[in-house]
């Protein structure tokens, strides 16, 4: 039986390349010992690679790859056969209990359900059975109130341990129908908990109608992170994204971006972003060039995210084949155009909001050995990456998940007995992890499992097959940009100290 290395190996930009993902090396190869792990058998002598290979190499140079590759093996663990290792959740429940109660750092206000716009591809608009839809339906502020005492009695160890910062954010529907909440939520922070204020980040998500002088003036007096929802040009923009009357939705967001730069350029620099869908029919490079040639390129942050077909039947309308390939197209232009940008030491903001996080990725990863237990990676840990707080006062994972997933509630805290369901069910749906070479850079979340009201292992598996595609291209993108420039990469993630498990691990004396 031929067991094959733990290895990929591809090519790009004319040289080749072998990704070890027992130690989460990455490396250039020469192009005979890449043909010599091509072909390796570890049941025949010398890896049955002299025969297959002689006619193409001296017998000499086949011979040094594979004294390399058993070099490699006893002192660095490099190219070893695939190892065995199981998914594992780190935390008892005891344990998870005193997280949630220590380690919250970012918590979101479901502030209203109800919204002016009626964007074609919104699952809020013609979402599924396990879909809420858009109602007038919004928080009472004594729920607003306890949800705010929550997170800071549950944020203690970050205020009193660390200097991270812990945030507060603001969610609908569209939030900034209910500002007069949201403004009121800050001065409650700044009066009951005036010696930690500075600790807050506020952030709001808004379609952008509602910005208007007097809104604007009070997201600016207390620093929010601002993202707004535009897809691009007048003529992209309000194909899918417009007033619940069916008017235009864009002279009125531009207009409102505008003039936060006009009151404050440096604040809108700083902190305001766009959030932009893309959907077919695909115009990225179209929408790419809008972002750039505007001043809205000043922004360093960009958002790309494309319509999820498990939350709604929009994607039904079109030949998806036909549209995929059509974006595959355009984003390979673009990634081309990142990659020169990357190396030339030109930082394209917009760009990055397409291609850097993913390829960033591959850059800050943990070079070392694999355990034996690994975490399953996709997923957030529950509550303590963030949690949403709904007009009922229920707790969710985040904005994405489906109401019929929540983990707990205001009035009795998390239900740890339902995050360990969730975990679980992750766990035993997730397929094939371990003949899976991209294990190391999954990020397939919950949402690549549920389907309704349970699991799916036939959902996993079709994510699976397109997070690889996405791995493998971006370790393409990565090497052709580092080979040319080396320090590319200077936009690094925090570090150990700002990571999550790691706060975990070490609230509970584990480091």
Known sequence: MNEDLWIKLFEANGKRYCYDIYTNNLMEVDPVLYQVLDQYDTTRPAGGVIGKLIDRFPEEKINEALSNIQDFQEKYGIFKTKQNFSLHFPFSKSEYSALTRNLIRHLILNITENCNFRCSYCKFTRGSDYVRQHANRSMSWPLIKKSIDFLVQSSSHYIEQTNIDITLGFYGGEP??????????VEYVKKEYSDIFSRFLFSVTTNGSQLTDSNIKKLIEYDFNLLISLDGPKEINDR???????????????????RIRELDKEYYKR??????????????????????????????????????????????????????????????????DYIQKMISGENDHTLNGLFYRTVESIHSRHVCPISDKVFPNGICLPGLQKVLVDTDGNFHLCEKINW???????????DIDKIFQLIEG??????DCQNCWAVRFCTDCYLSIIDGNGYSEELKRKKCSAT???????????????????????????GEQDDIMWQALKFLGRI
Not at 426 to 431: A, F, Q
């Open 404 to 414: 019929n997933f929540n983990i707990g509630n205001i009035e009795d805290g998390f």
């Open 468 to 494: 690889q595609k996405r791995v493998l291209k971006d370790m393409k993108t990565y090497v052709e940009i580092i080979d040319k420039n080396p320090t590319a990469f200077k936009m690094t993630r925090e």
């Open 271 to 336: 902190r305001v972003g766009f959030s932009i869908v893309c959907a077919p029919e695909y115009r990225l490079t179209e929408t790419v060039d809008y972002f750039r040639s505007k001043f809205l390129g000043e922004n360093r942050i960009y958002f790309f995210a494309a319509v999820n077909q498990d939350d709604t039947d929009f994607l039904d309308n079109f030949d998806m084949e036909v549209e995929r390939k059509k974006r595959d197209a355009q984003e390979e232009l673009l990634k081309n």
């Open 240 to 258: 899918y994204r417009h007033c619940i009357t069916g008017e235009s939705s864009y002279e009125m967001v531009f207009d409102g971006a505008s």
């Open 176 to 185: 900034l129908l209910e500002a007069e909440k949201i403004f009121r939520s």
């Open 426 to 431: 992750y766990i035993e749906n997730t397929g």
